[in-house]
């Protein structure tokens, strides 16, 4: 069976059901769906075989990701930082709630523990159990990526 034989649509009422029992299933992690299967901001797609076998389904978000954090090494005073970070984090939110989006997350390296509390006491939940977040340009970069450079 090839790319060929799958066919996808927008997610049936009747499909429901038995994708909520899949992912109850799914003991890896939580697969968990808070803005529900479908509605503003929110698509989900389901695969199926010509003969009509549902082989998967995934759930699409508009989303705000707060990637990087470009801190001025030299200010050492945690009470301004910690202040700019809040504003800045509630600016694009909210610039990105206007465009659609329904969920903002923010990446944080595992070294930064006090970085990770300033957004927990925000109202971030730590999520994508056990799985690395990958990154998938939808258009062009348009500046080089430091890492390959440095």
Do not use: F
Request: proline share 6%; hydrophobic share 35%; charged share 25%.
């Amino acid at each position: 069976m090839g790319i060929r034989d799958i066919s996808v649509h927008r997610i049936r009422e009747e499909e429901v059901e038995t994708i909520d029992a899949w992912r109850y299933e799914y003991l890896p992690a939580d697969l968990e769906i808070p803005h529900g299967y479908g509605g503003q901001g929110v698509e989900t797609a389901v695969a199926e075989t010509r003969e009509g076998t549902t082989l998967a389904a995934m759930t699409g978000i508009k989303a705000v990701i707060l990637d990087p954090l470009i801190r001025n090494p030299r200010i050492q005073n945690g009470a301004e930082m910690v202040s700019a970070i809040l504003m800045l984090e509630r600016t694009l939110s909210y610039l990105g709630e206007q465009g659609g989006a329904v969920d903002s997350y923010i990446a944080i390296p595992n070294q930064l523990e006090d970085y990770k509390k300033i957004v927990e006491s925000v109202g971030y939940v730590e999520t994508c159990e056990n799985c690395t977040i990958y990154r998938r340009p939808l258009r062009p970069d348009t500046v080089p990526l430091i890492g390959p450079t440095r």
